[in-house]
């Protein structure tokens, strides 16, 4: 299979909340997309790995991504460790996607900032010949780092304007972490989940409204971006 863009994430929902309008858009154009969650969740408070993957293959059918799968590595323990490297070098062989998303590499989460390292190696990896993987070598040509929980300066912003309803139904398709049971015991433990999708909605307008649109998702890349055309360059200076 050649996927046009693979996003790559810790957890189930990861993807939803960080670029899940981006891929619904990208597919909307044509494009064939696909997400690789690293864990199956399964250290979550609320929910089953059994319900979370129910989730997650209903949140997939709504963003329209055409592959869907899980890598395996123990949740709370992403490692950039050699056999996760390995592993994720093949399922990228296998793929072929051209553009890669990934986590940015500082977070809140260890799985977050460790699955940037795991899914950066693993795509370099996937290009060296002399590796004992099966497939022919390959690299992504682009990889982007999905931004949405940094608080740094995006290299450009995805309008997702017309997505984002979609995208919130998407999101919404994890009732067990998004939509808990009235009644329901109160953790002790501070969980940020209780307010995450109310924060990525905020930032999707915020970054919208960043390039004059109503909602937004943002995105880093190490390299200089290359224009053409300077007098067609959207979003207005003043």
Not at 161 to 173: E, F, T, V
Request: hydrophobic share 40%; net charge positive.
């Amino acid at each position: 299979m050649n996927l046009d863009l693979l996003a790559i994430a810790a957890h189930p929902d990861d993807v939803e909340l960080t670029c899940g309008g981006t891929l619904l858009k990208m597919a909307q154009q044509g494009y064939k997309t696909g997400i690789l969650d690293l864990t199956a969740g399964e250290m979550g408070t609320r929910g089953t790995p059994e319900t979370r993957a129910k989730e997650a293959a209903k949140a997939a059918k709504l963003l329209r991504v055409k592959w869907r799968g899980t890598l395996g590595v123990p949740d709370s323990d992403v490692q950039p460790t050699r056999r996760h490297k390995l592993h994720l070098a093949a399922v990228i062989r296998q793929l072929r996607p051209r553009t890669v998303v990934l986590p940015y590499w500082e977070a809140r989460h260890p799985d977050h900032y460790h699955a940037s390292t795991l899914g950066y190696e693993g795509c370099f990896l996937a290009g060296l010949k002399q590796l004992p993987l099966e497939g022919e070598p390959f690299r992504p040509f682009k990889i982007l780092y999905s931004i949405s929980y940094a608080d740094v300066r995006p290299t450009f912003v995805v309008d997702i304007s017309a997505q984002y309803r979609q995208r919130h139904r998407a999101i919404l398709a994890y009732g067990t972490q998004f939509g808990p049971k009235s009644g329901s015991t109160k953790s002790k433990v501070f969980l940020a989940i209780d307010r995450l999708e109310g924060q990525m909605n905020q930032l999707a307008r915020h970054y919208g409204e960043m390039i004059g649109v109503q909602y937004g998702e943002p995105f880093l890349q190490k390299e200089l971006m290359k224009v053409d055309d300077v007098v067609k360059l959207e979003v207005r200076s003043i």
